[in-house]
């Protein structure tokens, strides 16, 4: 009884921080909070392995009470995350974690066949890096040099 009432207080916390944190941050993709409001990955950097994260959250929240600006903010979300789509370098193996929580909730909830052909655009990217020789699924892109994007020697 006792975890009910502390998640049912919690649950009644968040939708009442919500909304204002959905006009706080329209247009945005939210990372990390710098002096009490979140940054834009959106400018920094569209492919960072978290930017699903807040759109999920948006989906759930929409999920759990249907308000329109939930799901508004997170189709807006899902049409910034299409440019990680078109960028070889920026489709590696945390795209599971931008478009399951982002494009695949959203077709489930809505049935949007956009939403389903994300989701599947990411799914075949994430299979076509498992290598059935060593198997693994290969985390990053080779920039040519035998290097990750960022500098990293590959070893696979």
């Given at each position: 009884m006792e975890q009910q009432l502390w998640a049912a207080a919690v649950a009644d916390k968040i939708k009442r921080k919500y909304p204002e944190i959905v006009k706080r941050n329209r247009g945005k993709v939210p990372y990390t909070?710098?002096?009490?409001?979140f940054d834009d990955q959106a400018v920094q950097n569209i492919s960072w392995w978290t930017n699903g994260f807040y759109g999920g959250m948006l989906w759930q929240l929409y999920q759990a009470d249907?308000?329109?600006?939930?799901?508004?903010?997170?189709?807006?979300?899902?049409?910034?995350?299409?440019?990680?789509l078109m960028d070889y370098n920026g489709m590696d193996h945390d795209s599971g974690f931008r478009f399951l929580l982002t494009a695949v909730a959203d077709f489930r909830l809505t049935g949007k066949e956009k939403a389903k052909n994300r989701g599947l655009l990411a799914a075949a990217n994430l299979a076509g890096r498992f290598n059935p020789r060593g198997n693994f699924i290969r985390a990053w892109n080779d920039n040519g040099e035998g290097k990750t994007p960022d500098g990293q020697l590959l070893t696979a």
């Open positions: 909070a710098i002096d009490g409001r249907g308000r329109t600006e939930y799901r508004e903010a997170a189709e807006a979300l899902e049409d910034q995350l299409d440019a990680v």
